[in-house]
């Protein structure tokens, strides 16, 4: 009877880690092509805190989605003194892509490519601060607020939005007078902001619900073999 209890304690333990690895996952694997912003830390290298090079990140970061791949864009304030960003690339480390760059606000964009953001991104950084004679080399962590995800266009909207477009065009000059005209007596406030959209995932609601229901079947039977135990 020990050995049955053992075996169905291991099944438990092994269905709520598919629910957990599940839900953790599917967010960022999956993210439809399109574009996003999301907040981010940038963390110690080994400490569990934010780096004091935290500040010199603006927030939040722009996610570029393309056939599954994602780049990372990012700000820098005080451009000048972060001489050298390198990311993760093919094995090592490479310089990311300066995008433009402003000498009178010191800061400049830059992208480079990122794995995913369900784990942290390593990078490394050189620092010089010529007027306190400051000269350093970091490794720093890049941490992704999953939560914060906000998508701004997907593949999906703009096709959505260039075929209203194409449907305008194709109607006569009469049916797009009416309608514009319909518009205007139905005219409603929009000044209230609408809600947006939620970045487009895989649905893994059907795969937590089913995890779910075994693990609670599980616990009762659980229960019932102890009940027969005692």
């Known amino acids: 009877m020990g050995i049955r209890l053992r075996n169905m304690m291991f099944l438990l333990s092994m269905v709520a880690l598919f629910v957990l690895g599940a839900n953790s996952d599917y967010a960022s694997a999956e993210l439809a092509d399109g574009?996003?912003?999301?907040?981010?830390?940038?963390m110690h290298a080994t400490d569990p805190s934010a780096s004091i090079a935290n500040d010199y990140?603006?927030?939040?970061?722009?996610?570029?989605?393309?056939?599954?791949?994602?780049t990372a864009e990012m700000k820098l304030n005080h451009s000048s003194w972060i001489v050298a960003f390198q990311t993760p690339t093919n094995?090592?480390?490479?310089?990311?892509?300066?995008?433009?760059?402003?000498?009178?606000?010191?800061?400049?964009?830059?992208?480079?490519?990122?794995?995913?953001?369900?784990?942290?991104?390593?990078?490394?950084?050189?620092?010089?601060?010529?007027?306190?004679?400051?000269?350093?080399?970091?490794?720093?962590?890049?941490?992704?607020?999953?939560?914060?995800?906000?998508?701004l266009e997907t593949a999906a909207s703009s096709e959505e939005d260039k075929n209203e477009e194409d449907?305008?065009?194709?109607?006569?000059?009469?049916?797009a007078q009416s309608s514009e005209d319909e518009g205007k007596r139905t005219h409603t406030d929009t000044s209230k902001p609408t809600e947006e959209d939620n970045p487009q995932t895989n649905d893994a609601a059907p795969i937590a619900l089913l995890s779910s229901l075994a693990i609670v079947s599980a616990i009762v039977l659980l229960r019932k073999r102890l009940r027969q135990v005692s």
Do not use: C
């Open 167 to 175: 449907k305008k065009d194709d109607e006569p000059l009469g049916t």
């Open 57 to 70: 990140w603006e927030k939040p970061a722009t996610l570029h989605v393309k056939n599954g791949e994602i």
């Open 91 to 151: 094995g090592g480390f490479a310089d990311v892509a300066v995008v433009s760059e402003d000498e009178g606000a010191d800061t400049r964009i830059v992208q480079f490519p990122l794995e995913g953001i369900d784990d942290m991104t390593e990078a490394k950084i050189h620092v010089i601060v010529p007027d306190i004679d400051y000269d350093h080399h970091y490794t720093i962590r890049f941490d992704f607020n999953e939560n914060s995800l906000t998508a």
């Open 35 to 42: 574009t996003y912003t999301i907040d981010y830390t940038v």
